[in-house]
């Protein structure tokens, strides 16, 4: 496996379900983030991890819970979402902050 | 506040017709300029990174240039496979983030 990579590709899931998102980076950076992108919106920061600790968390629904056991891994907790979470969601890395970011293949996520 | 607004929002272009993408910004202090592509349901894929005004970046059909206000992403005779999203950002507030353009959809009609 090369870059970065997501699972899953697609899920659906309840309003009462609890699911998790997983990212992994092969690329040897040490910052890793979650972004959200809606339909005609511009891609939306959530969550910033820099050498496994979170720096960043942009006002994002206590329904979303994030985890980075460690540097090319990170996980993204979902339960109790709501319809208007349905988004795809991206995972990217990055060998510093400010460098450029390097994307995943996105979770296209449905909630029903 | 950063600001990145890109236009136009869509452009349909015939196969080989020449044309633009404009990113302009407002940051203080600029510390890089990124172009995305993004093919649809998928992530955006890295193109080019601009540091400083008066920097061009090339690959195959594409060529970025940045000012002091904007970017421009300059498309040479493009091919239906250039077809896209294509999204400008740049680092700001603590640098941990990208700001990012709303995107310009680019069609290429063959």
């Known amino acids: 496996e090369t870059g970065v990579t997501q699972t899953p590709r697609h899920l659906v899931m309840g309003m009462t379900n609890k699911k998790s998102l997983k990212c992994e980076q092969h690329?040897?950076?040490?910052?890793m983030y979650w972004y959200k992108q809606s339909a005609k919106k511009p891609l939306e920061l959530m969550f910033v991890?820099?050498?496994?600790?979170?720096?960043e968390n942009n006002s994002v629904p206590s329904r979303f819970s994030p985890e980075c056991p460690n540097s090319s891994h990170l996980f993204l907790h979902l339960h109790t979402l709501q319809p208007e979470d349905s988004a795809l969601y991206l995972c990217?890395?990055?060998?510093?902050?400010?460098?450029?970011?390097?994307f995943g293949p996105g979770t296209r996520l449905t909630v029903l | 506040e950063d600001q990145v607004t890109q236009s136009p929002e869509a452009l349909r272009l015939q196969e080989g017709e020449s044309s633009s993408l404009n990113c302009s910004y407002t940051?203080?202090?600029?510390?890089?300029l990124f172009w995305y592509r993004q093919d649809p349901g998928k992530g955006p894929e890295f193109l080019f990174t601009?540091?400083?005004a008066g920097e061009e970046k090339e690959k195959e059909r594409l060529k970025a240039t940045l000012t002091k206000k904007e970017s421009f992403l300059h498309i040479t005779a493009p091919k239906p496979e250039d077809s896209a999203t294509y999204l400008c950002?740049?680092?700001?507030?603590?640098?941990?983030?990208?700001?990012f353009g709303s995107g310009t959809q680019l069609t290429v009609l063959p």
């Open positions: 950002a740049v680092p700001s507030g603590s640098a941990r983030q990208l700001t």
């Open positions: 991890y820099s050498l496994e600790e979170r720096v």
């Open positions: 990217a890395s990055s060998q510093g902050e400010g460098a450029e970011q390097f």
């Open positions: 601009l540091y400083s």
């Open positions: 690329l040897g950076h040490n910052a």
């Open positions: 940051v203080s202090g600029l510390r890089g």
